[in-house]
């Protein structure tokens, strides 16, 4: 998975806790089909157990459609589940131990939430950069001050890896967003909290790309 | 790490929210001098930076002395600390996947809190099952019924492997469980409430061995 190019599009973070009682399954299976660029699963309440399951069955409807499917944080689940990678946080493994445990093949996303983190990220092969978070949301509570679009060009033109834009994206801003220099859009609750999961999908790849 | 012959003594889990706030590098470097048979770091809030470095930091301290470190549940944490193991309950990752993962010199040891989860270990090559809780705990709040000296006895009777015993036990019931069968007793805080943790895991050493 060295060809970075699949970061280009909607990116769906998906958990249960995201996704208020509706099955994440569902969920997934409808918007896949209106076009993701990436999945990740994101669990901090689940146990290990809940979580490994749901791993697989994730792993299991996105087989064969070549959309990357990875794990938030757990290096274990990754492995375990056969996921193609993960992403990291910088309260997470450290990047380097990371690909140690993953091995070169593995998609590794890592948050930059300071200048210092994007800064170090330039000499890390890592295969994206989560800019997380570009607007302020109420759905990552331990993070620090947004981006912003200005942030988000900044890194653009600092970074040489591939961006992917998280935090209080929609489709009124997507475009704004993917002009300031994101590669990919990554949403949790604009897919998740969806009436229609599918039409949202397509909705925010229309406006982004 | 195929000899099973270290499940004998005092058997130490910790964590940091067993601590009260106290040291835990010197809880284990006290209590080593005591006498223990295997050490275990249980973290059920800490983000994954901060458990990775405790365990990196308890790893330190037991480097060379003999004393296998293990960590609870995360396979992630294990192997990039290098611990030499992980136990695991029945709501963690499956036995088999943890042992694809961490290969076939960890150990691994698996807690039972049910006749079928005795059994069914039977047949898995486990390094020790955790006999989960022997007592009644206000420590872990997530387990089943408590198993009883007599439980412990006939766990003793129909299983091959090297037993722990946790939950509930401290100095004075420390003789009973190990004369209805443990190999080994397990405390979190008979040793890391405790106001000398040294003196403590003496006690616990004398009292049950």
New interface residues.
Partial sequence: MLNKEYINGVYLVIGESACGGKDLESIVEASLHAGLCCVQLREKEA????F?NRAKALKSILKGTGIPFLIN????IA??AQADGVHIG?????YE?ARR?LGPQAIIGLSVESWDDVKTAQNLDVSYLGVSPVFDTPTKTDTKTAWGLEGLSRIRKASKHPLVAIGGIDKENARQVVQAGAHAIAVVSAICSAANPEEATRALNQAGF
Avoid: G
């Fill in positions: 146990d290990t157990r809940t490994l944080d757990r290096i274990d492995l375990a910088q309260s997470d493994m450290p131990t445990l």
